[in-house]
């Protein structure tokens, strides 16, 4: 598998060294990407990094995952308007467990294997080398003229903010993580994101000029949406990888919701499926738009790689619940567990199994569980036909609601018009 050219195609590359392609094809070779450790998560702006190790590794190629908690201590100034917030070294390597956690359920760590993923931090080798060390055996490879050159760095002097030493260093810190990795693992290749090109050339540089070795880099584009909007954003944030932080129907729903442009680029940039199969659902997508084939098996695809085919099932179930193509039958065969995640984007209320036991009127039930805020609101949606319980139409304002009305002895589904729904759970 020619890995370049399989890239080119799914549109992953953009500035590349010279001889980089011609290197993948003459051996195994071992390529990092660094993680900036400064969330407990990674998100879905973290996806291409993780893409390009799977099919680096896919092709053959051993990858190596560098968890920055060194760098991360420092902050990368790369096209970023101002310094960011320095974090302490215990939230660091809370961080960096984390996210090595995650990336071992996307890349195959099989100590078995000649090309087995690796994960490196560049804490270990930075935490012994002294300032004045670094600055005598490091910083005098590599010039300031050729420092300043870099446009990521340009931009910033010449912002109305400056730039720090600290931030200004960022670069000569990375190039050493390179040389390092060069040096003890015979690393070669360095990827990443195309605001990162000015880093990466960097270890390249030094890797020529303190070691007098040739290592080779390129980079993919920055993924963004058509409309020119950031990518990976939603209402409430970042669409992180963790589940506990983005449910993994948040996570589907945001792939699923996205335009036909973005997603005939996305379905090659964030999924395996070959160039033939993905052309097929294209022209199927193109044959009735309003299906939606195209962003279905987006959805499908990258929720299954990050959160696996279980939750993948869940998240549609949730889907077809919320758009009345689930019955209440399908919820009531689920485990509680299961019941939790399909109905995590809907309304949540609570009432004591006590009243239940008791008997309470429909219109007491809507109040004291705050579906509504009072019982007049309750029973207007009532005398409207939009009230129902357990997908039956409430129609008397006299219906008792009691322990019978429990589906796995826990729980009540109230529906305030068509798609309006709230979960009980008796406690």
């Given at each position: 598998?020619?890995?370049?050219?399989?890239?080119?195609?799914?549109?992953?590359?953009?500035?590349?060294?010279?001889?980089?392609?011609?290197?993948?094809?003459?051996?195994?070779?071992?390529?990092?990407?660094?993680?900036?450790?400064?969330?407990?998560?990674?998100?879905?702006?973290?996806?291409?990094?993780?893409?390009?190790?799977?099919?680096?590794?896919?092709?053959?190629?051993?990858?190596?995952?560098?968890?920055?908690?060194?760098?991360?201590?420092?902050?990368?100034?790369?096209?970023?308007?101002?310094?960011?917030?320095?974090?302490?070294?215990?939230?660091?390597?809370?961080?960096?467990?984390?996210?090595?956690?995650?990336?071992?359920?996307?890349?195959?760590?099989?100590?078995?294997?000649?090309?087995?993923?690796?994960?490196?931090?560049?804490?270990?080798?930075?935490?012994?080398?002294?300032?004045?060390?670094?600055?005598?055996?490091?910083?005098?490879?590599?010039?300031?003229?050729?420092?300043?050159?870099?446009?990521?760095?340009?931009?910033?002097?010449?912002?109305?903010?400056?730039?720090?030493?600290?931030?200004?260093?960022?670069?000569?810190?990375?190039?050493?993580?390179?040389?390092?990795?060069?040096?003890?693992?015979?690393?070669?290749?360095q990827m990443g994101g195309s605001d990162q090109w000015g880093?990466?050339?960097?270890?390249?540089?030094?890797?020529?000029?303190?070691?007098?070795?040739?290592?080779?880099?390129?980079?993919?584009?920055?993924?963004?949406?058509?409309?020119?909007?950031?990518?990976?954003?939603?209402?409430?944030?970042?669409?992180?990888?963790?589940?506990?932080?983005?449910?993994?129907?948040?996570?589907?729903?945001?792939?699923?919701?996205?335009?036909?442009?973005?997603?005939?680029?996305?379905?090659?940039?964030?999924?395996?499926?070959d160039q033939n199969e993905i052309s097929s659902i294209i022209?199927?997508?193109?044959?009735?738009?309003?299906?939606?084939?195209?962003?279905?098996?987006?959805?499908?695809?990258?929720?299954?790689?990050?959160?696996?085919?279980?939750?993948?099932?869940?998240?549609?179930?949730?889907?077809?619940?919320?758009?009345?193509?689930?019955?209440?039958?399908?919820?009531?065969?689920?485990?509680?567990?299961?019941?939790?995640?399909?109905?995590?984007?809907?309304?949540?209320?609570?009432?004591?199994?006590?009243?239940?036991?008791?008997?309470?009127?429909?219109?007491?039930?809507?109040?004291?569980?705050?579906?509504?805020?009072?019982?007049?609101?309750?029973?207007?949606?009532?005398?409207?036909?939009?009230?129902?319980?357990?997908?039956?139409?409430?129609?008397?304002?006299?219906?008792?609601?009691?322990?019978?009305?429990?589906?796995?002895?826990?729980?009540?589904?109230?529906?305030?018009?068509?798609?309006?729904?709230?979960?009980?759970?008796?406690?």
């Amino acid at each position: 598998m020619n890995l370049i050219e399989e890239l080119r195609w799914r549109g992953m590359v953009q500035d590349m060294m010279p001889g980089t392609e011609e290197q993948l094809q003459k051996e195994m070779t071992t390529g990092y990407v660094g993680f900036d450790p400064t969330a407990d998560s990674l998100h879905i702006g973290n996806l291409v990094p993780i893409m390009l190790l799977k099919h680096l590794q896919r092709a053959g190629h051993k990858p190596l995952a560098l968890v920055g908690g060194a760098t991360g201590m420092v902050g990368d100034p790369s096209f970023k308007a101002e310094e960011r917030k320095m974090l302490d070294e215990e939230t660091l390597q809370h961080n960096q467990r984390c996210i090595k956690a995650q990336l071992e359920k996307y890349l195959d760590f099989d100590p078995a294997k000649p090309n087995a993923a690796e994960m490196v931090n560049n804490y270990d080798w930075f935490k012994n080398i002294s300032f004045l060390h670094f600055i005598r055996d490091v910083g005098k490879h590599i010039t300031v003229n050729y420092m300043m050159a870099k446009d990521s760095v340009k931009k910033r002097i010449e912002g109305d903010n400056g730039m720090s030493f600290t931030e200004f260093s960022y670069q000569l810190i990375q190039g050493y993580d390179y040389y390092h990795l060069y040096n003890e693992k015979n690393c070669r290749l360095q990827m990443g994101g195309s605001d990162q090109w000015g880093n990466i050339v960097t270890g390249t540089e030094m890797i020529r000029r303190k070691g007098g070795g040739e290592a080779f880099a390129f980079t993919c584009p920055l993924v963004k949406k058509a409309d020119g909007t950031k990518f990976g954003k939603s209402e409430k944030g970042n669409i992180w990888l963790d589940a506990s932080k983005t449910t993994p129907y948040e996570f589907y729903q945001f792939w699923l919701r996205c335009t036909d442009e973005d997603a005939e680029q996305w379905i090659k940039t964030f999924t395996f499926l070959d160039q033939n199969e993905i052309s097929s659902i294209i022209a199927e997508h193109n044959l009735d738009k309003g299906k939606y084939t195209l962003q279905k098996r987006l959805a499908q695809e990258v929720t299954a790689f990050i959160h696996g085919q279980q939750e993948l099932e869940l998240a549609m179930m949730t889907t077809d619940f919320l758009f009345g193509k689930l019955s209440l039958d399908a919820l009531k065969s689920l485990s509680d567990v299961d019941v939790k995640k399909v109905m995590a984007g809907v309304q949540q209320a609570t009432i004591t199994k006590a009243e239940l036991a008791a008997g309470i009127d429909v219109l007491t039930f809507m109040t004291n569980t705050q579906i509504f805020p009072s019982k007049g609101e309750a029973r207007k949606m009532l005398q409207n036909g939009g009230l129902s319980i357990n997908t039956e139409k409430v129609t008397a304002q006299e219906l008792v609601v009691d322990s019978s009305f429990l589906w796995n002895d826990k729980y009540i589904l109230v529906a305030k018009g068509k798609k309006n729904y709230v979960l009980v759970t008796a406690e």
